[in-house]
């Protein structure tokens, strides 16, 4: 385990308020130097229940983070630097190994491309997300998501429809979560109820 040193700078200033003098103490914290609040380069490094979350594709270090066993279902989706969309932070920091953090949001069109159920290996769903009005059902190339074992279908956002043949009627109105774990093509909806 490395241990870190934490050098800090203490400054007293006088100020005057309403014509009485009091000493103000301002701490500052050298910069470049490790303040001891976890800073690690691997999982190696961290305390037993904790792993190294980076943030940011190439960094070298992070911050030592407890482990998580349960995560919200709570759809607040983050990209992953493995090109994967997590349906919230929680879900990228349970993946084993752990996955640093791209940025805040799906990943787009830069992320893990599949179209077909299971391509997205065992952890991972393949959604299948085509924008309104899209006819390209047949064609339709997704992108990979870890999602919660169960959706919440009164969960807000968007809302898809099942893409299938004409005349075939499919379930509207589906949740993000339900749609992508179908791993089927769905069209993007802007009538569905509120």
Request: charged share 20%; with cysteine; glycine share 10%.
């Amino acid at each position: 385990m490395k241990y870190f040193v934490s050098l800090f700078l203490v400054v007293a200033t006088p100020l005057v308020v309403a014509c009485e003098v009091e000493d103000i103490v301002v701490v500052t914290r050298d910069a470049g130097v490790d303040t001891g609040t976890g800073g690690c380069q691997e999982d190696s490094d961290c305390p037993s229940g904790e792993f190294c979350d980076k943030h940011g594709c190439g960094a070298t270090s992070g911050t030592c983070t407890p482990e998580l066993s349960t995560c919200s279902p709570a759809q607040d989706p983050v990209c992953g630097c493995d090109g994967v969309t997590y349906y919230n932070d929680c879900f990228r920091k349970r993946t084993e190994p752990h996955v640093p953090l791209n940025h805040h949001e799906e990943c787009g069109p830069s992320g893990r491309p599949c179209d077909v159920a299971g391509e997205c290996g065992s952890q991972a769903s393949c959604g299948l997300l085509l924008a309104p009005n899209s006819h390209a059902c047949a064609k339709a190339v997704g992108r990979c998501w870890v999602l919660p074992t169960t959706c919440d279908e009164s969960e807000g956002g968007d809302r898809f429809s099942e893409c299938v043949p004409e005349g075939i009627p499919a379930k509207p109105c589906e949740s993000l979560c339900l749609t992508i774990q179908s791993e089927r093509p769905h069209v993007r909806e802007f009538k569905c109820p509120k």
